[in-house]
């Protein structure tokens, strides 16, 4: 079980994300397209995406020095952004975006009544996790601009995403246990 802050929801047709120096939540960019994630979409708190998630990762060159994303798996339409939530983990993609590993976790929601028995990736309707993968290998496309280098590099169960999650948290603790006082 992990904590999620939720920055997107199905129904935002602008994609937000947390300033790292404010803390407040600021419009990245309106959607352009009809790229709709399929999905809660937000991150996992106190995680960073540096040098222990990029050796889980060997097609990236770099981690992506941002939070761990997650996807929130869940049958009630949650249209409010910025809430945090309690969600299992149930698997991940590995993507790489322009050389950065750039995972995405995917979670349910606790004690959905759809989702909530799910335990490993196998458990998710096949559907949806097709529709997490192609909505982050094209929505950042643009047709004016150069193609960005997001490849994907595979699924993965629970254990791996744990897996995952401890390196984030850990490269996190790296990075920033300085600064605390």
Same mark, same amino acid.
């Given at each position: 079980?992990?904590?999620?802050? &939720?920055? =997107?929801? %199905?129904?935002?047709?602008? @994609?937000?994300? /947390?300033? @790292?120096?404010? $803390?407040?939540?600021?419009?990245?960019?309106?959607?352009?397209?009809?790229?709709?994630? %399929?999905?809660?979409?937000?991150?996992?708190?106190?995680?960073?995406?540096?040098?222990? /998630?990029?050796?889980?990762?060997?097609?990236?060159?770099? $981690?992506?020095?941002?939070?761990?994303? *997650?996807?929130?798996?869940?049958?009630? %339409? &949650? !249209?409010?952004?910025?809430?945090?939530?309690?969600?299992?983990?149930? $698997? $991940?993609?590995?993507?790489?975006?322009?050389?950065?590993?750039?995972?995405? *976790? =995917?979670?349910?929601?606790?004690? +959905?009544?759809?989702?909530?028995?799910?335990?490993? *990736?196998?458990? !998710?309707?096949?559907?949806?996790?097709?529709?997490?993968?192609?909505?982050?290998?094209?929505? @950042?496309?643009?047709? +004016? !601009? %150069?193609?960005?280098?997001?490849?994907?590099?595979?699924?993965?169960?629970?254990?791996?995403?744990?897996?995952? =999650?401890?390196?984030?948290? +850990?490269?996190?603790?790296?990075?920033?246990? @300085?600064?605390?006082?």
């Amino acid at each position: 079980m992990v904590h999620a802050y &939720i920055e =997107i929801t %199905p129904f935002d047709a602008v @994609k937000y994300e /947390v300033d @790292k120096e404010t $803390g407040y939540l600021r419009v990245d960019r309106p959607q352009r397209y009809s790229s709709q994630v %399929p999905a809660l979409y937000g991150f996992v708190p106190q995680t960073y995406c540096a040098e222990r /998630v990029r050796a889980l990762s060997p097609e990236a060159e770099r $981690g992506d020095g941002d939070p761990l994303d *997650i996807c929130v798996l869940s049958e009630r %339409p &949650i !249209a409010r952004a910025e809430v945090l939530l309690n969600a299992r983990v149930i $698997g $991940g993609l590995r993507m790489v975006d322009g050389g950065e590993a750039d995972d995405k *976790i =995917i979670a349910v929601l606790e004690n +959905d009544g759809l989702f909530g028995d799910a335990r490993d *990736i196998g458990d !998710a309707p096949r559907a949806l996790v097709e529709r997490l993968r192609h909505y982050f290998l094209t929505y @950042k496309l643009h047709p +004016d !601009a %150069p193609a960005r280098t997001v490849s994907f590099a595979g699924t993965y169960g629970a254990q791996d995403a744990q897996e995952v =999650i401890r390196a984030a948290m +850990d490269d996190y603790d790296e990075a920033f246990s @300085k600064l605390r006082v």
